[in-house]
T-cell receptor
Framework: AQSVTQPDIHITVSEGASLELRCNYSYGATPYLFWYVQSPGQGLQLLLKYFSGDTLVQGIKGFEAEFKRSQSSFNLRKPSVHWSDAAEYFCAVSPNAGKSTFGDGTTLTVKP | GAVVSQHPSRVICKSGTSVKIECRSLDFQATTMFWYRQFPKQSLMLMATSNEGSKATYEQGVEKDKFLINHASLTLSTLTVTSAHPEDSSFYIC????????????FGQGTRLTVV
């Protein structure tokens, strides 16, 4: 069965600083990989996804993620964080872009 | 992207009553829908997978008689929490996936259920 690990429960960065959120997955083959953002009391918004091809994927709101097969990782990055980026971030893996397994999430706090 | 609408967004019900949550795909036909539950400060846990016109497949530990799922059309799936109790209070989120070569499931906005 697939699994997802987000090692960082909570990350605090200063506004304007760079950000990297870690995600490691366990799956027998190359899965579909996703990053979602969730604001309090809200649903999920897809930031980006990886299926195949270029291992560096660009998403919305200036986010990008890099798939590294050798490390089973799919880390999310942003060069300059904005206060509005404060939220919960979930990495997810899916064998067929349907049923997803989510990590426990990383809470991002942005300091002014 | 495709839109999935979930209704209601919030509901409060009395213990022992049943609550129905709807998940609609507004601009595509969803052959498969997924229902997740999210407790406060926790991740999303898949409850069940429903395919249009067939019985839902429940994840281990999810009571199928308590969480009734119906996927009667290609645009609508419903989750009914029967005889709700305070421990059923949670955030329920659905996602919908079109068939064929679709590479993404789209999420609804979620429903906050509070059982008092």
């Amino acid at each position: 069965a697939q699994s997802v690990t987000q090692p960082d429960i909570h990350i605090t960065v200063s506004e304007g600083a760079s950000l990297e959120l870690r995600c490691n997955y366990s799956y027998g083959a190359t899965p579909y990989l996703f990053w979602y953002v969730q604001s309090p009391g809200q649903g999920l918004q897809l930031l980006l996804k990886y299926f195949s091809g270029d291992t560096l994927v660009q998403g919305i709101k200036g986010f990008e993620a890099e798939f590294k097969r050798s490390q089973s990782s799919f880390n999310l990055r942003k060069p300059s964080v904005h206060w509005s980026d404060a939220a919960e971030y979930f990495c997810a893996v899916s064998p067929n872009a349907g049923k997803s397994t989510f990590g426990d999430g990383t809470t991002l706090t942005v300091k002014p | 992207g495709a839109v999935v609408s979930q209704h209601p967004s919030r509901v409060i019900c009395k213990s022992g009553t049943s609550v129905k949550i709807e998940c609609r795909s507004l601009d595509f036909q969803a052959t498969t829908m997924f229902w997740y539950r999210q407790f406060p400060k926790q991740s999303l846990m898949l409850m069940a997978t429903s395919n249009e016109g067939s019985k839902a497949t429940y994840e281990q530990g999810v009571e199928k008689d308590k969480f009734l799922i119906n996927h009667a059309s290609l645009t609508l799936s419903t989750l009914t929490v029967t005889s709700a109790h305070p421990e059923d209070s949670s955030f329920y989120i659905c996602s919908a996936r079109a068939g064929g070569a679709s590479t993404e499931a789209f999420f609804g906005q979620g429903t906050r259920l509070t059982v008092v």
